[in-house]
T-cell receptor
Framework: DTEVTQTPKHLVMGMTNKKSLKCEQH?????MYWYKQKAKKPPELMFV???????INESVPSRFSPECPNSSLLNLHLHALQPEDSALYLC????????????FGPGTRLLVL | AQKVTQAQTEISVVEKEDVTLDCVYE???????LFWYKQPPSGELVFLIR????DEQNEISGRYSWNFQKSTSSFNFTITASQVVDSAVYFC?????????????WGAGTKLIIKP
């Protein structure tokens, strides 16, 4: 079952709100990823977790805070976002961190007002 | 440096036509992987294929086929007898190296429109 789930599907938040995006996979994968995708662009990597440890932070602003509670779950905590943070946020997982195939979730469409 | 070029920004064809999406890559690695993903309007990136640099055999999966040619650094994707459901943005990607933290190197994407 190659499925990654993400909630919520859509999110509208104000610049002073705090919200969280959730991602779950049950494929036994040990690497999980957060990507940000703006319209008509390819995804941009934000964070990589490997064996529940943060392995990569691509110079993402601190208003984005990732968390990996266990090997199946990945959260992205949002606080004091800016309108330019509006985008599609995609979660992905792979067997390991390296050159493995990444399987993506359906994404969360975020609008910051 | 590594790079993936998808020169076709948008392609529009009528249903049942065959269509080829081009992908040209640059890398100095001898071992690498190439990927194709489909992104329909719903937003989910759907994995289509992963190809090892040492395997130059063409791949066919139903109406989809892929032509990998190391000599021209290309990994083109052909849809035979296209259908409206094939309408999507298609991304070609190259596996990164340890130096780049294995990040996927993405092409800009090709938007494919299949008209009924």
């Amino acid at each position: 079952d190659t499925e990654v789930t993400q909630t919520p599907k859509h999110l509208v938040m104000g610049m002073t709100n705090k919200k969280s995006l959730k991602c779950e996979q049950h494929m036994g994968h040990r690497a999980m990823y957060w990507y940000k995708q703006k319209a008509k662009k390819p995804p941009e990597l934000m964070f990589v977790y490997s064996y529940e440890k943060l392995s990569i932070n691509e110079s993402v602003p601190s208003r984005f805070s990732p968390e990996c509670p266990n090997s199946s779950l990945l959260n992205l905590h949002l606080h004091a976002l800016q309108p330019e943070d509006s985008a599609l946020y995609l979660c992905a997982s792979s067997q390991g961190w390296g050159q493995e195939t990444q399987y993506f979730g359906p994404g969360t469409r975020l609008l910051v007002l | 440096a590594q790079k993936v070029t998808q020169a076709q920004t948008e392609i529009s064809v009528v249903e049942k036509e065959d269509v080829t999406l081009d992908c040209v890559y640059e890398t100095r690695d001898t071992t690498y992987y190439l990927f194709w993903y489909k992104q329909p309007p719903s937003g989910e990136l759907v994995f289509l294929i992963r190809r090892n640099s040492f395997d130059e055999q063409n791949e066919i999966s139903g109406r989809y086929s892929w032509n990998f040619q190391k000599s021209t650094s290309s990994f083109n994707f052909t849809i035979t007898a296209s259908q409206v459901v094939d309408s999507a943005v298609y991304f070609c990607a190259l596996s990164g190296t340890m130096d780049s933290n294995y990040q996927l190197i993405w092409g800009a994407g090709t938007k494919l429109i299949i008209k009924p």
